[in-house]
């Protein structure tokens, strides 16, 4: 595992919870298989023959490591890399690889926002999903540039971005709504109003303007309100999203500690009730790099 000193858990460090809570770590192992599992598998607009061309790929941003694994362990002949600014969750992910033998997984510490250390055209898929808590709105076009350059000709940029917390009851509304209001505050939202992320409207046309070509997308809903399957995980990883997430509101400023406390006990009234109905979506957008590029 190779470490790159400057992208420690330092000012520079972006991202709306602390990276290196432990707690952070366990949500985090919960929701991208949530995800991965909404998405119907690590690679589910691919088919296994398309696959089979496919040698070296990158994913930033891996957290504690689930889509690598999974790719690791579906496609043997992949080396997968994951990368992330977090020690401890790198740590925990090639611990993973190495007890499930998983020799074609690696991991290493890495800040998305810096130049990459790898050399020009080396994955022919770099992936990234849930990026927008830390990218900032004007780094999007120079990180896609880094994501071109160590991609080789014809190789893929594969993004997904999501908004979630579409619901309908009081406090989980505002404390969604005040959350995306806060990262709009930081420079982290396309929105020109702070009323959503933003991302999924730009994701395409992003990708289509740092050069990619035969850009594809598609979306995924997933509803998680009461008695649904995806109930349980999601209503989990909110609460734990929002208990971590309270030094980022009041950072902001955005609430007062007595207005967070109050809407945070109310959400949890709310989330367990029959009544409770909530949706996310999910955009996969994809390019290809130009041969001559
Ligand atoms: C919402 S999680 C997404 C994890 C994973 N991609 C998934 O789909 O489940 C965001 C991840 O970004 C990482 N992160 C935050 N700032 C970063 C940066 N500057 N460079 C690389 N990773 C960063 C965090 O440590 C965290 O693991």
Redesign the pocket.
Same mark, same amino acid.
């Given at each position: 595992m190779a470490e790159n000193p400057s992208?420690r858990n330092t000012e520079s460090?972006?991202?709306i919870i602390d990276?290196e809570n432990a707690a952070e770590m366990a949500r985090?192992l919960d929701?991208?298989r949530l995800?991965t599992e909404a998405m119907g598998g690590p690679f589910s607009e691919r088919d296994k023959e398309e696959m089979a061309n496919i040698h070296d790929i990158l994913? +930033?941003?891996?957290?504690?490591g689930?889509?690598v694994l999974d790719v690791a362990r579906t496609y043997p002949h992949i080396q997968v890399t994951g990368?992330?600014?977090?020690p401890s969750?790198i740590h925990y992910a090639q611990a993973q690889a190495e007890a499930q033998q998983l020799p074609n997984a690696h991991f290493r510490v890495?800040?998305?926002?810096e130049p990459f250390t790898f050399p020009d055209n080396s994955f022919d898929i770099v992936n990234?999903?849930? +990026?927008v808590?830390?990218m900032p709105r004007s780094y999007w076009p120079t990180f896609l540039q880094e994501c071109k350059r160590i991609l080789r000709p014809e190789g893929i940029i594969r993004l997904?971005e999501g908004e979630m917390g579409f619901g309908t009851t009081p406090a989980f509304e505002t404390l969604v709504s005040k959350g995306i209001e806060a990262i709009f505050r930081v420079g982290q939202s396309f929105s020109s109003t702070g009323r959503h992320l933003g991302i999924t409207p730009v994701l395409s046309r992003l990708i289509r303007e740092a050069g990619f070509e035969h850009v594809q997308a598609q979306a995924y809903a997933i509803d998680h309100s009461y008695g649904t399957k995806a109930y349980r995980g999601f209503t989990e990883d909110y609460k734990m999203m929002f208990s971590l997430g309270r030094n980022f509101y009041l950072k902001t400023q955005i609430l007062t500690p007595e207005e967070f406390d109050q809407l945070y006990a109310q959400v949890l009234e709310e989330l367990a009730s029959p009544d409770f109905s909530a949706i996310a979506y999910l955009l996969n957008s994809w390019g290809e790099k130009p041969r001559e590029a």
């Open positions: 992208s460090n972006t991202y990276t985090l929701q991208e995800f994913d +930033i941003a891996c957290g504690p689930g889509w990368a992330d600014i977090s969750m890495m800040s998305a926002m990234a999903r849930a +990026i808590g830390f997904t």
